[in-house]
């Protein structure tokens, strides 16, 4: 990649500036092993919550609660977001940063669990959007239940899906990258979603439900 290629990608990586809360909650979910979605992600997560006025969002790992904050700004003013954490810790920082940031406490509903116990318990075809930001090893079986929650229309988003930019490169073989590359290609061509990969932050793939 050219230089200037390389700066024009990290100008828009910084193009939205990150709001201190949303960039304290960041900086806290790291300092616990749970690190917050890049800033251009973030603002992503915001613009495609606001495109779609969302109401009902899924979200799988809400570390401190970055990411949640940012959907949040993005979707309707009565929307909910139901975040699912599996780390007790975790989801009582994320419950605190929401509460700082102002957030009534009818607008998120904070579900302590491992996702693939919570997700099968959630209604079908009730979900404006999904975002999935947790463990890999995990993936397939979130996507396999996102795809069940989202309404027709519905988006479907997943953080990490360029791996530390391991799944481009075809010679790097361990688990997770192929786990993730073939999870990628799977959903390019599963015809329930018209989708895209997104190249910001660690990869967004982005996919509406048909
Ligand atoms: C990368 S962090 C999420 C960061 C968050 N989305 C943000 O941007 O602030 C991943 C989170 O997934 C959670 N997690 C890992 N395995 C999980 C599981 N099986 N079920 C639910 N949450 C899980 C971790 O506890 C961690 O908080």
Redesign the pocket.
Known sequence: MSVLRMASWSYSEDFVGVPPLIDE??RE?AEMG????KPAVGSALRLLAAAGQAKHVV??????????LWLLEGMSDTGILTT????PG?TNVARRTFRNAGIPSQRTRLIN????DVLPRLTDAAYDLVFI???IA?YQHYVDQSIRLLRPGGVLLI?NMLYGDRVADPAIRDKATVLVRDLGKSLRDDERLQSTLLPVGDGLFSGIRQ
């Open positions: 909650a960041g979910g749970a690190a917050p979605v979200e799988v790992g809400t570390g401190a609660g970055a990411s949640g699912i954490d599996i780390e975790i669990g491992d996702a693939n930001d947790a463990d995990s953080d």
